[in-house]
């Protein structure tokens, strides 16, 4: 059984910067693709950001320029560094994997999430 642990969120104003970190158990974090997914009420998952084994990395559009992805792979541990939150930041981000891929769709969410970390942005 895989197990996801998120850590990091929290309450910020806009212009400022969290880091959130997703702890795995075994070793998935550094052999498969993560990704993180962020969700608000009424609305999808939607991925935010992936990374895959060999440290290629993806971002959403909205958020491309601001957030990075990153891994340890020592520490079992995927980070999701984001910088100038803007109140659309606003979500509960879950953490990811081992991601699955498909063609064409690319990278899709597997079978493990974690718990979720709600971020929020605000003045």
């Known amino acids: 059984q895989v197990q996801l642990v998120e850590s990091g969120g929290g309450l910020v104003q806009p212009g400022e910067s969290l880091r959130l970190s997703c702890a795995a158990s075994?070793?998935?974090?550094?052999?498969?693709?993560m990704g993180w997914y962020r969700q608000t009420p009424g609305k999808q998952r939607d991925l935010v950001a992936s990374?895959?084994?060999?440290?290629?990395?993806k971002a959403a559009d909205s958020v491309k320029g601001r957030f990075t992805i990153s891994r340890d792979n020592v520490k079992n541990t995927v980070y999701l560094q984001m910088n100038n939150l803007k109140p659309e930041d606003t979500a509960v981000y879950y953490c990811?994997?081992?991601?699955?891929?498909?063609?064409?769709?690319?990278w899709g969410p597997g079978d493990y999430w974690g718990q979720g970390t709600q971020v929020t942005v605000s003045s």
């Open positions: 990811n994997g081992p991601m699955k891929y498909s063609w064409p769709r690319g």
């Open positions: 990374i895959t084994s060999g440290g290629s990395t």
């Open positions: 075994g070793s998935i974090a550094s052999t498969a693709t």
